[in-house]
């Protein structure tokens, strides 16, 4: 049996928000500067979140000529600018929220290489007249004699290069989002499995585990931002659109004389590769085999980190033949079937938060956003 006490302050709040990722984080911090009065509690599964905010690639970037390309014809002209817009408007939120703190943040533009003549070349003008309104400026430009100075080898044909990404330490990122949080008085709580939430008259119950103890806690709404997971816990149809998506990654040890800046992409945004100090990130390919890739498993495959090493070793940095591998990890992404983020009041006390889409650097400040707007309709 609880206490007064025990109940009264660590089993219940205003706004129980699932899930401590870049979306989760960004919520409580949204809704307390609003509501500072309201009792926040944020509830994390691990030591630390491992979907994708600590797992990905650090990427702060609206996406590649190719893969805007490839959303004008899928989705139409307006609904690609609409998702580019948003990561621009979430970059611009994450890093106005994190102002004066040490991100790893640095704004050296991005690059897309090409083997071939993709048609996206022949459309630059095209995707810079439909992004100008967003930008401000010509988003992407041709530079192929930037080919050989980066160090690639003679099978990369093209380069485009856009001004307005930048790169980031995810780790330092999510530390410093979760000490704005505490500071303005978010209650962060690690080692919390949610098993199952309910509803009752006025309020939510939200189950959870926690060790081996199984603790109830009352609140007046509920925000499930557990990326992939979602499903797990709400079993709304909006909900089970959502499709986990692996990505694996490699970072090698230091390379002498490193020639890369800034970002990469390559094979419409699939793969993408940044330098880390001295180290070459590389990761993606789990468009070589969708369907084994659609996991929450964090173990890595073997085609997909051979297929890694060898684009490595032939394109990007064939100099470096003899480069070992000094980390592998894999991340848990989540896809919704319109590329467009799920933000929905599933419940009248439950609100779901997802839609990523493999862009949550960029994207979890504008989600955050509309969340809590949801939260004080």
């Known amino acids: 049996m609880r206490s007064f006490w025990e109940a009264q302050t660590w089993l219940e709040a205003d706004v129980v928000i699932v899930g401590a990722g870049l979306v989760g984080v960004q919520t409580?911090?949204?809704?307390?500067?609003?509501?500072?009065?309201?009792?926040?509690?944020?509830?994390?599964?691990?030591?630390?979140?491992?979907?994708a905010s600590t797992r990905n690639a650090g990427f702060a970037c609206i996406g590649s000529v190719s893969e805007v390309a490839v959303d004008v014809d899928l989705h139409g002209p307006d609904r690609a600018v609409e998702i580019v817009q948003m990561r621009s408007e979430g970059l611009a939120g994450l890093l106005s929220t994190c102002e004066g703190h040490d991100v790893g943040f640095t704004r050296q533009g991005g690059h897309e290489i090409f083997l071939d003549e993709h048609p996206a070349l022949q459309r630059i003008d095209e995707i810079n007249e439909l992004?100008?309104?967003?930008t401000g400026l010509a988003t992407f430009e041709r530079h192929d004699a930037w080919i050989a100075p980066f160090g690639f080898a003679p099978s990369v044909q093209h380069l485009v290069?856009?001004?307005?990404?930048?790169?980031?330490?995810?780790?330092?990122?999510?530390?410093?989002?979760?000490?704005?949080?505490?500071?303005?008085?978010?209650?962060?709580?690690?080692?919390?499995?949610?098993?199952?939430?309910n509803e009752g008259?006025?309020?939510?119950?939200?189950?959870?585990?926690?060790?081996?103890?199984?603790?109830?806690i009352r609140a007046g709404s509920v925000?499930?931002?557990?990326?992939?997971?979602?499903?797990?816990?709400?079993?709304?149809?909006?909900a089970s659109a959502i499709i986990p998506a692996r990505g694996q990654i490699?970072?090698?040890?230091?390379?002498?004389?490193?020639?890369?800046?800034?970002?990469?992409?390559?094979?419409?945004?699939?793969?993408?590769?940044?330098?880390?100090?001295n180290r070459i990130l590389l990761g993606g390919a789990r468009n070589l085999d969708f369907n084994a890739e659609q996991t929450t498993s964090h173990d890595v495959s073997q085609q997909i980190q051979e297929a890694l090493e060898?684009?490595?070793?032939?394109?990007?940095?064939?100099?470096?033949?003899?480069?070992?591998?000094?980390?592998?990890?894999?991340?848990?992404?989540a896809f919704s079937p319109t590329k467009q983020p799920i933000i929905d009041r599933v419940s009248p006390h439950v609100i779901v938060a997802f839609g990523c889409n493999g862009m949550g650097v960029a994207l979890s400040s504008s989600i955050a956003k509309r969340v809590t707007e949801l939260l004080n309709y």
């Open 310 to 333: 060898t684009l490595l070793r032939d394109v990007i940095a064939p100099s470096h033949t003899d480069l070992r591998i000094d980390h592998r990890w894999s991340g848990t992404m």
């Open 161 to 197: 290069s856009s001004p307005v990404e930048g790169t980031l330490d995810s780790g330092k990122l999510l530390d410093v989002l979760w000490g704005i949080a505490q500071h303005r008085g978010v209650m962060i709580r690690t080692g919390v499995h949610v098993v199952s939430i």
């Open 250 to 277: 490699i970072v090698t040890e230091p390379v002498p004389s490193m020639p890369l800046t800034g970002s990469y992409h390559f094979d419409e945004g699939y793969v993408y590769f940044r330098p880390v100090g």
């Open 28 to 51: 409580a911090i949204a809704h307390a500067a609003q509501r500072p009065r309201d009792r926040v509690l944020l509830l994390e599964r691990g030591y630390m979140p491992t979907g």
């Open 223 to 238: 925000v499930v931002a557990t990326n992939a997971w979602i499903p797990e816990l709400v079993h709304d149809h909006a």
């Open 131 to 134: 992004l100008q309104p967003v």
């Open 201 to 216: 008259a006025g309020t939510a119950s939200v189950y959870a585990r926690v060790g081996t103890e199984d603790v109830c």
